[in-house]
Structure formats: structure tokens, C-alpha cells
């Protein structure tokens, strides 16, 4: 079965540092997306992004985020000067729009689980 | 208003037990409904779509009632195997943003 995949699993970092986490989504889907949740809380939304751009942003997704499909495969999230309240797992996510009712379902990947020190 | 509501639980069943679970939305331009499940520290994973008819599949079966804006999911017999957190998932009309709730806990025990 086609999966989603992510790595790093889990990462520590300090304050301040930038990190970058890496999704693989299924080959033959069109849309792109970054969610996080921390811990104990719900899963929220950051971005979404079809035909090489962003297509909506939450108010999470500031500008000390930023996503990018640097080729054909990998779809990034950059988090520059990571604060504490950054730690939570995020998750990739990609769908194919189902046409016949417009359903979106989204497969997930194992999720990058981000320590901030 | 929160766009979509769930009770939190947990909810703590015997084996064998019929349980269900409700979830609220408040944007009536709602168009798709899931259920996903999460295990803990792990990914959501689709569970099932709802479709407006209602829709079974096994021990799962899933409503969706568009005039009072819920939706809801019943899980028969219960195995040890169904604990795990249950996320009500909306998408609305002409947004490719699925919207999830916080979740509903379910413990089952023997």
C-alpha cells in the first residue's frame, strides 16, 4: 500500500536553531499538506500546497515557516529560530481529490516529533 | 464556536460493549465527513467516509444529520483493539482543508 514517509522521526534542537523536516508523499497525489499537534492537543493545520505552491496557511504558519518541493518527490518544512512552544510532532500529509464528491482524504505519514531545548 | 466539537471522553467500555460518539460542526457548508482513528503517538488513519445515507462497515457504522449539523459513529462489540482516540474529520465546501476535531478517547477493557 502507498505510503507517506517522513524523516527525521524524532529531533532535538535548541533554541534558536533552524530545522528542516522532509515528507515523501504518494507519487500520484496532488495535494500537499503540513499539520502539527502537540502533545495532549488536537491536530491543527498549517499549510496545504498544490501545483508547486501554497495553496492556503493557517495564522500558525508565520514567516518563520516555509515549505518547499526542492524536486519531484520531497516536500520540506522549514522552521527557522525554533521557540520552545514549536515542540510537537508534525505530520505530512497528501491527498487525491476524490472528483465524483469532492471528498478529500488524506493520507498521513509516521510524523517528525520536534524537541525544542 | 469551535468549527468542529467533539467530547473528549475518555470513554471507558467493557469488551463487548456498543459504544457511540458524537461530533458536532458549526460551518453548515460542510460538504465531507470522515472518522479517522489515532493511536497514541501515531498517526491518524482514515477509519471511514460518512456518506449522507449512513454507511456501515463491520462492527462500524456512521450518520451523518445535516439539519442539527452532527455526525456520529457506533462501534459494536467492542475489541480491546478499538482503544484508541477517535477524530472526527469536516471538510467544507470549495476548501481542500480538512478541519479535525479534538478527538474522542475510547479505553476498552476486558
Known amino acids: 500500500e502507498p505510503e507517506v514517509t517522513q524523516t527525521p522521526s524524532h529531533q532535538v534542537t535548541q533554541m534558536g536553531q533552524e530545522v528542516i523536516l522532509r515528507c515523501v508523499p504518494i507519487?500520484?497525489?496532488?495535494?500537499f499538506y503540513w499539520y502539527r499537534q502537540i502533545l495532549g492537543q488536537k491536530v491543527e493545520f498549517l499549510v496545504s500546497f498544490y501545483n508547486n505552491e501554497i495553496s492556503e496557511k493557517s495564522e500558525i504558519f508565520d514567516d518563520q515557516f516555509s515549505v518547499e518541493r526542492p524536486d519531484g518527490s520531497n516536500f520540506t518544512l522549514k522552521i527557522r529560530s525554533t521557540k520552545l512552544e514549536d515542540s510537537a510532532m508534525y505530520f505530512c500529509?497528501?491527498?487525491?481529490?476524490?472528483?465524483?464528491?469532492?471528498?478529500?482524504?488524506?493520507?498521513f505519514g509516521a510524523g517528525s516529533r520536534l524537541t525544542v531545548l | 464556536r469551535k468549527e468542529v466539537e467533539q467530547d473528549p471522553g475518555p470513554f471507558n467500555v467493557p469488551e463487548g460493549a456498543t459504544v457511540a460518539f458524537n461530533c458536532t460542526y458549526s460551518n453548515s457548508a460542510s460538504q465531507s465527513f470522515f472518522w479517522y482513528r489515532q493511536d497514541c503517538r501515531k498517526e491518524p488513519k482514515l477509519l471511514m467516509s460518512?456518506?449522507?445515507s449512513g454507511n456501515e462497515d463491520g462492527r462500524f457504522t456512521a450518520q451523518l444529520n445535516r439539519a442539527s449539523q452532527y455526525i456520529s459513529l457506533l462501534i459494536r462489540d467492542s475489541k480491546l483493539s478499538d482503544s484508541a482516540t477517535y477524530l472526527c474529520v469536516v471538510n467544507s465546501r470549495g476548501s481542500y482543508i480538512p478541519t479535525f476535531g479534538r478527538g474522542t478517547s475510547l479505553i476498552v477493557h476486558p
Open positions: 460518512v456518506y449522507s
Open positions: 500529509a497528501s491527498s487525491e481529490i476524490r472528483q465524483s464528491s469532492g471528498a478529500n482524504v488524506l493520507t
Open positions: 507519487s500520484n497525489h496532488l495535494y
